[in-house]
């Protein structure tokens, strides 16, 4: 891995571009101090920015930088076992009954020690990157505890800075109940908003918090407990809401001006008036739909009728969603949900962005912004939910630096 601070400047006039927006014209973006300083039509460009230094983008297509909104990339082992006993009938429910599930992770989570996950983690983050990523959320989640969430989430934050690339980590302390804790989960969720999200918070280790409100794990009082405390330390809130059932969260959520509610198959109408009214986004993960074999589609018509945004991610964790291609999650927005290619791309850009807080300086090629963004070897940008388990990435600015497609 080279050190971030060895990616070559990518200061200069990029040309031999043709820009997302319109393909059939050459664009061209100038970059200066590792932000946007222009962007638009070759034969627009300002003379002063002529002789800045050139970078050839040979035709490449380019877009925002991806980003993937809405992940658990930082955990111990493995679940490939589980997969094989879903596959021979069991459903997430009886998994997780039979001491598998999120707990299975939190044991091996808790087994190793940062620098094991470091380790771990590191090649899925690689294999991300490859794919054009430019921000991604970590959540914490499989240490709940103290000790072991701290450990995760400066894991994460280790990544970010050791990739180059921006991290937002996000508490899911509220995850699933840790055996210590067996039928006492008032008590967890206590733990959870009085010692460990402030300690979390106030070693600077949270952008945000997170709860999984589901049957198998906690419930909407108890969720609206953790968003309390959430507020009262000004940290923002998200939600794993209606994933196999509706309950009520997105409302919630939506009340308490949430980022995003991901999930969301068994979202009702109620839920995305509560969400258009709050500006919360809806994150769609075709990856945890597509493992468990789900039928229950999301109600996309619903949400584009609203106008509420659809984010798409990958929700990268070792049981429900092992991937590692923001790309191949665009392909199933498409095929599985029916997405539009425009609204997919836009659900990795600029939704996704908006679903971490990111708005003022992800998902976009806009002045003033820094620079991220990526050339891809493509004609056109259906081809980017078109193809799968190809990696058209010709070069990627990450950060206002070359970190991938630099000439050597």
């Not at 103290?146 to 989430?153: C, D, N």
């Amino acid at each position: 891995m080279k050190p971030v601070n060895e990616f070559p400047s990518a200061d200069g006039l990029w040309t031999g571009i043709r820009l997302a927006a319109d393909a059939n014209v050459e664009g061209a973006i100038v970059v200066e101090q590792g932000a946007i300083r222009w962007v638009g039509a070759r034969s627009a460009l300002p003379a002063e920015f002529a002789k800045l230094k050139p970078h050839d983008g040979g035709g490449a297509l380019v877009t925002p930088g991806l980003v993937d909104c809405h992940t658990h990339l930082v955990y111990g082992g493995q679940r490939a076992n589980e997969f094989a006993m879903r596959l021979a009938g069991a459903t997430y429910e009886e998994v997780a009954k039979a001491g598998g599930g999120i707990v299975s992770s939190v044991r091996a989570t808790r087994e190793a020690d940062e620098d094991t996950l470091f380790a771990q983690s590191a090649p899925r983050l690689e294999q991300l990157l490859a794919d054009g990523v430019c921000a991604i959320e970590i959540k914490s989640g499989y240490g709940l505890s103290l000790e072991h969430e701290r450990k995760q989430l400066r894991v994460a934050r280790r990544l970010g800075e050791a990739y180059g690339v921006t991290v937002r980590t996000t508490f899911l302390g509220a995850h699933a109940l840790p055996p210590e804790y067996a039928g006492r989960s008032g008590d967890y969720i206590d733990l959870v908003c009085n010692q460990m999200l402030p300690a979390l918070a106030a070693e600077g280790l949270v952008d945000a918090v997170d709860v999984f409100c589901e049957r198998i794990a906690f419930s909407l009082a108890e969720t609206e407990q953790v968003f309390k405390a959430a507020k009262a330390l000004g940290l923002p809130v998200k939600l794993h809401a209606e994933q196999l059932s509706d309950m009520g969260g997105a409302a919630l959520a939506a009340r308490y001006g949430a980022l995003s509610c991901d999930h969301i198959e068994h979202l009702s109408a109620e839920g995305i008036e509560a969400m258009r009214q709050s500006g919360t986004v809806a994150v769609l993960l075709p990856g945890a739909y597509y493992t468990l074999r789900d039928t229950h589609l999301p109600p996309i018509d619903a949400l584009r009728a609203a106008g509420v945004p659809m984010a798409v991610s990958t929700d990268h964790n070792p049981g429900t969603s092992p991937a590692l291609s923001l790309l191949l999650m665009v392909n199933m927005a498409c095929t599985l949900f029916r997405l539009t290619v425009p609204e997919a791309l836009d659900g990795v850009t600029v939704h996704a962005a908006r679903a971490l807080g990111l708005q003022d300086t992800h998902g976009a090629i806009t002045p003033g912004m820094p620079a991220n963004f990526v050339l891809w070897n493509v004609r056109e940008a259906a081809e980017l939910a078109y193809w799968f388990g190809q990696q058209p990435v010709r070069a990627v600015v990450r950060q206002g630096r070359i970190a991938i497609g630099a000439k050597e």
